[in-house]
C-alpha cells in the first residue's frame, strides 16, 4: 500500500505573468520579414524570434502568430525578404510594428528580387523561399532557405527589451 499523499491536479489557467515578464526582460535583435500578397500587395511586420537554423544549407526562421495580420500572405506565398534592423532603423521598426495599412506608405522600402518588398537602408537583407511551416498551438514556425541578399552600412544592432527599443553597449572589462 502506497502512504504517498495524492498529488494536487495541475492548475488549468496557470498564472503566465512570471513568463512574460522574462521575456520582457530578454534583449533581442529586431527583424523585419516581407512578402507580397496574393494580388501582389506588400505585407511585413517586426520579428524578435530570428534565428539562423543552419549554414549548408542557409536556413533561418522566424516565429509568427496565426492572427497576425501578415499570417495569411505568409502562409501561401513562396518568398520572403528578411531584413536585418540597426539602431539607424528605430522610425522603420516602429512604422512596421504599427497599423498594418500604412506600414507601406512612404519611401522607406523598394521592390527588390521577385518584386519583393525591400526596406531601405538596412544592415543587411536576405531574400529567401519558405521550405516549412510548422503550426504549433496559435503560432507558427517559418523555415526560410536564403538565396540571395545584400550587406547594408555597419550600425549597432537594434533590440527590444522591456517593450522598447535600444541599442547595445559595451560593457567594461
Do not use: C
Amino acid at each position: 500500500m502506497n502512504s504517498a499523499a495524492p498529488v494536487p491536479p495541475t492548475d488549468p489557467t496557470p498564472d503566465l505573468s512570471a513568463f512574460r515578464q522574462a521575456f520582457r526582460r530578454h534583449a533581442a535583435g529586431v527583424a523585419i520579414v516581407t512578402a507580397l500578397t496574393p494580388e501582389g500587395e506588400p505585407v511585413g511586420f517586426t520579428a524578435t524570434s530570428l534565428a539562423s537554423l543552419a549554414a549548408v544549407p542557409p536556413l533561418a526562421t522566424f516565429n509568427m502568430a496565426l492572427s497576425a495580420s501578415s499570417w495569411p500572405a505568409i502562409a501561401e506565398t513562396d518568398r520572403v525578404v528578411i531584413h536585418m534592423l540597426g539602431a539607424g532603423n528605430k522610425p522603420t521598426a516602429e512604422i512596421l510594428s504599427a497599423d498594418n495599412s500604412r506600414r507601406f506608405d512612404g519611401d522607406h522600402w523598394y521592390r527588390g528580387p521577385h518584386g519583393l518588398p525591400i526596406i531601405k537602408d538596412v544592415t543587411a537583407w536576405m531574400v529567401g523561399r519558405i521550405v516549412e511551416r510548422v503550426a504549433v498551438h496559435n503560432s507558427a514556425v517559418v523555415v526560410v532557405q536564403i538565396e540571395g541578399g545584400e550587406l547594408g552600412a555597419e550600425d549597432a544592432p537594434l533590440l527590444y527589451h522591456e517593450r522598447r527599443y535600444h541599442r547595445p553597449a559595451e560593457l567594461d572589462d
